[in-house]
């Protein structure tokens, strides 16, 4: 039967009918049917017997008439059942019509799911309806949720109970998701005929989602916001409670209202007796808009509140609506404020940088402690002077020109000013403008901070100073390598040399000279390298007597002809374990910071002696601790230290002199060397007598007096045998080092290679033709230098002895040799002895490394 059947429609409309009121039309429609069937078929059976009558001529005439009025009758009941029916056909096309057009999908499904009508809207909404419509209605609804489940629901209901109504999502074609109203109705007197109709509902679902959602905001705006909601009628008793009211009170919102609470049990204190119940405060003004302050009483806390209210009369009688406002952050923020403002006067008064408000003028309006201190006056002598009084003229117009654009531009203060002041000491600082905003009839001005860069500046022209000074000890460290070259040379050829003659013969003298010479150039290169701080760092047992017996030459011309050098040697002087560079470092700038107290003149005493402190010595924050010390004393009779200056003398950098004329790092270089030697170096001044700088050294103890024997590093004692055998590599790219070094070699009895580069001595190495027992080479030299030499030899040949000669340090040369293995080092200058007395010591026997 198709989806739009007529047949079914009235078929299905006299069923319809047949339930509601058209039953009575329906029984007298089946009626008429039924009687006009019997006339008709006793008119036919009259009819053909009266012709079988008539023609035998036995029917009477009264037959003839009963026949008539029989056929008459069932004429006009045929007449009506045809009117009946065209009626009924009439209202059947107008429901199947109605039907049609409903813009509800409708569809009536018979046995086992089939389709037994579905109108144009539903043949719209499931495409696929028509052939399987309940698999087509389940593929659109939405989710595998709550749609899902109420389907299931009506189709259970339905199946059951005849009917059901619910709401379901179904997927739209195109996406999204529609609301429809389902409703599922059984046909009576069709058994497994049911009636589905759907209505969209989409908007009408929206908009009630959307006033749900709006409910549900002001029911949390209610319970959740930051003040409290609540009404009371004329006794007292709560008829709302919004949940902020509830949780400062500590009960449940509905407990409130359910038990009956009233509004004065929770109020701390005394309620004024003409209050009424609904009112238990004194009210700010008369009317139906109240105020009042009161303290209400929760479970664990006192909570101040104001109240705002409005009483009403309603149909029920007298309530309140009221607004609660918990006073307590108010007060909490009073009281920070007020902490607030203590705090910033503290910052202000205490701040370590100076801050000042400056008025319209330019005149000082507040100023704290630190300007104070910055403009060396009290803040408060400050307050009513202009800023420019304390600026250098050639200064004070510019920065006054500065204050007035940003005072007019805010936007032109992109960068602080450097400024000078007058002040009792002479200082400098960066200075910070902003403008201070304020309304028109305010006096507005600048806020100022001021940064002292007193010690920056001072920070900035001392490493200047010492990048110069670093740039010096650079230079001084190369000079001292080509002098150490050469004069490496110059005493190897003398000592050649004076093994030709005797000390008797005329050149002797000569040739002794020029070695002693040399030697005295050794010395003072020594010495340079000592001032540029690149000396190697070997304590050393040795005596203070001996030392400053060495240095007194030097000293006697670095203090001047005007100046007198007193020395002084102590009886029975012990010994010290100190490195002999750096102790002459310390009595040379000991020396050369007396003479420049003494411009005038005066005298310089150095004076030795064993001391004994039996308890520990404090001067300043340095404390000596009881022991057995050698005392060195420097003695000068110049201007004196002032006191203000004698705990700062050991900083670096700190001079009191011209600029140019000091470094400001001699003192602090005596301090730390003295200190790294484990000593100490204190110190007395007065203004104008003179100063008197003691350095403390410790003694050996008895049990290293043995080792007190001061030998050269490398030298070799007096009537030792330096002759040798074995084969010798000898690399050194200065010619006339590596002559003197081969010959004197070659004169103990060792077999000497020679080389002039580290390229050719690897290739004589790697080519297997010589054994060789010791390999000597210089470490600075043109492409190839020692350290990459031995490196490249120590990979086929791990186990061969090296010595490095070199005119740098020790500890400069170590810092660019990449490995962990023994080495021996030789610096030069040496001597013919100590050369020979070095290979000796490295081939007889391992020992330890210098």
């Given at each position: 039967m198709a989806l739009s059947s007529p047949a079914f429609i009235a078929d299905a409309g006299a069923q319809a009918s047949t339930a509601g009121g058209g039953s009575t039309l329906r029984r007298w429609i089946n009626g008429l049917g039924l009687l006009t069937a019997v006339l008709s078929a006793a008119a036919l059976i009259v009819g053909l017997a009266?012709?079988?009558?008539?023609?035998?001529?036995?029917?009477?005439?009264?037959?003839?008439?009963?026949?008539?009025?029989?056929?008459?009758l069932a004429g006009v009941a045929s007449v009506v059942a045809n009117r009946v029916h065209d009626v009924l056909a009439r209202r059947v096309d107008v429901l199947a019509h109605a039907l049609e057009a409903s813009p509800n999908?409708?569809?009536?499904?018979?046995?086992?799911?089939?389709?037994?009508?579905?109108?144009?809207?539903?043949?719209?909404?499931?495409?696929?309806?028509?052939?399987?419509?309940l698999p087509a209605i389940q593929s659109r609804i939405a989710g595998e949720g709550q749609s899902a489940a109420e389907f299931s629901r009506l189709r259970e209901e339905a199946s059951g109970r005849g009917r059901a109504h619910g709401r379901v999502a179904l997927r739209g074609a195109a996406g999204g998701t529609a609301w429809f109203n389902l409703a599922i109705h059984s046909l009576p007197g069709r058994p497994g005929y049911s009636l589905w109709s759907f209505e969209d509902v989409t908007a009408r679902h929206e908009m009630e989602h959307v006033i749900r959602d709006e409910q549900m905001k002001l029911a949390d705006f209610l319970d959740n916001a930051p003040?409290?909601?609540?009404?009371?009628?004329?006794?007292?008793r709560f008829l709302f409670v919004n949940q902020a009211l509830a949780d400062w009170l500590g009960r449940p919102a509905s407990a409130l209202v359910e038990e009956g609470a009233r509004l004065t049990d929770f109020i701390a204190g005394e309620v004024p007796a003409e209050s009424p119940p609904h009112t238990p405060f004194a009210a700010a003004e008369p009317g139906p808009l109240q105020r009042g302050e009161l303290a209400l009483r929760g479970r664990d806390r006192i909570v101040q509140v104001s109240i705002t209210q409005t009483v009403v009369q309603t149909g029920d009688g007298l309530r309140t609506r009221s607004v609660v406002r918990d006073l307590t952050p108010e007060r909490e923020w009073e009281e920070a404020l007020r902490q607030s403002r203590q705090r910033f006067q503290r910052f202000f008064a205490d701040a370590p940088v100076g801050v000042a408000l400056l008025d319209r003028e330019g005149r000082f309006d507040e100023a704290n402690r630190a300007l104070g201190r910055l403009f060396g006056l009290p803040p408060a002598d400050l307050?009513?002077?202009?800023?420019?009084?304390?600026?250098?003229?050639?200064?004070?117009?510019p920065v006054a020109r500065r204050l007035a654009e940003a005072a007019a531009n805010p936007q032109s203060m992109t960068a602080p000013i450097e400024v000078r002041l007058k002040s009792p000491r002479e200082r400098s600082a960066t200075l910070f403008v902003s403008r201070l905003d304020a309304p028109e009839e305010a006096r507005g001005g600048l806020i100022l901070h001021f940064i002292d860069t007193t010690e920056q500046k001072s920070l900035e022209t001392q490493f200047a100073q010492s990048q110069k000074m670093q740039a010096i000890g650079q230079l001084a460290g190369g000079v001292a390598h080509d002098f150490n070259n050469l004069l490496t040379a110059m005493i190897g050829f003398c000592e050649l040399l004076l093994l030709r003659f005797r000390p008797g013969d005329p050149p002797f003298a000569d040739i002794m000279q020029i070695k002693q010479?040399?030697?005295?150039?050794?010395?003072?290169?020594?010495?340079?390298?000592?001032?540029?701080?690149?000396?190697?760092?070997?304590?050393?047992?040795?005596?203070?007597?001996?030392?400053?017996?060495?240095?007194?030459?030097?000293?006697?011309?670095?203090?001047?002809?005007?100046?007198?050098?007193?020395?002084?040697?102590?009886?029975?002087?012990?010994?010290?374990?100190?490195?002999?560079?750096?102790?002459?470092?310390?009595?040379?700038?000991?020396?050369?910071?007396a003479r420049d107290a003494m411009a005038g003149g005066g005298t310089l005493t150095i004076r030795t002696s064993n001391i004994t402190t039996t308890a520990s010595v404090r001067r300043g924050h340095e404390v000596m601790p009881a022991g057995d010390y050698v005392l060195v004393e420097v003695i000068d009779t110049g201007v004196g230290i002032p006191g203000e200056n004698l705990e700062r003398i050991f900083e670096p950098f700190f001079s009191t002199k011209e600029?140019?004329?000091?470094?400001?790092?001699?003192?602090?270089?005596?301090?730390?060397?003295?200190?790294?030697?484990?000593?100490?170096?204190?110190?007395?001044?007065?203004?104008?007598?003179?100063?008197?700088?003691?350095?403390y050294l410790p003694r050996l103890a008895a049990a290293d007096v043995a080792a007190a024997q001061r030998v050269e590093p490398g030298e070799a004692p007096q009537g030792r045998d330096l002759t040798g055998a074995g084969t010798l590599l000898l690399v050194e790219d200065e010619d006339p080092v590596r002559l003197f070094s081969a010959r004197a070699l070659r004169n103990k009895g060792y077999r000497?290679?020679?080389?002039?580069?580290?390229?050719?001595?690897?290739?004589?190495?790697?080519?297997?033709?010589e054994s060789i027992d010791l390999l000597i080479t210089d470490v600075v030299m043109p492409r190839m230098d020692g350290p990459t030499l031995v490196k490249r030899v120590r990979e086929t040949h791990p186990e061969m002895k090296v010595i490095f000669i070199s005119g740098y340090t020790e500890d400069a040369f170590r810092k660019r040799l990449d490995t962990d293995t023994e080495i021996h080092f030789l610096p030069k200058p040496f001597s013919l002895k100590q050369l020979a007395g070095k290979v000796k010591e490295v081939i007889v026997a391992e020992a330890p490394a210098t």
């Open positions: 009266t012709l079988s009558g008539i023609s035998q001529g036995l029917i009477f005439w009264p037959a003839s008439m009963l026949l008539a009025g029989m056929a008459l999908a409708h569809l009536i499904l018979g046995p086992r799911d089939s389709v037994a009508y579905a109108n144009a809207a539903f043949r719209a909404l499931f495409p696929d309806g028509e052939i399987t419509p003040v409290g909601f609540y009404s009371v009628d004329s006794d007292g307050i009513g002077r202009s800023l420019v009084d304390f600026l250098p003229e050639s200064e004070a117009k010479n040399a030697n005295r150039a050794a010395n003072l290169v020594r010495q340079l390298l000592a001032f540029s701080r690149q000396q190697t760092l070997q304590p050393k047992v040795l005596s203070i007597t001996d030392v400053l017996s060495e240095l007194s030459h030097l000293l006697t011309r670095l203090i001047g002809e005007n100046i007198e050098l007193k020395v002084v040697h102590g009886r029975d002087l012990e010994l010290i374990k100190v490195d002999q560079g750096q102790l002459e470092q310390v009595i040379i700038n000991l020396a050369v910071n600029v140019g004329s000091g470094t400001g790092l001699g003192l602090s270089t005596v301090y730390g060397i003295v200190r790294q030697t484990g000593g100490f170096v204190l110190v007395e001044s007065e203004p104008g007598r003179g100063a008197t700088f003691s350095i000497v290679i020679e080389a002039k580069s580290g390229e050719a001595a690897l290739e004589l190495i790697t080519s297997g033709k």
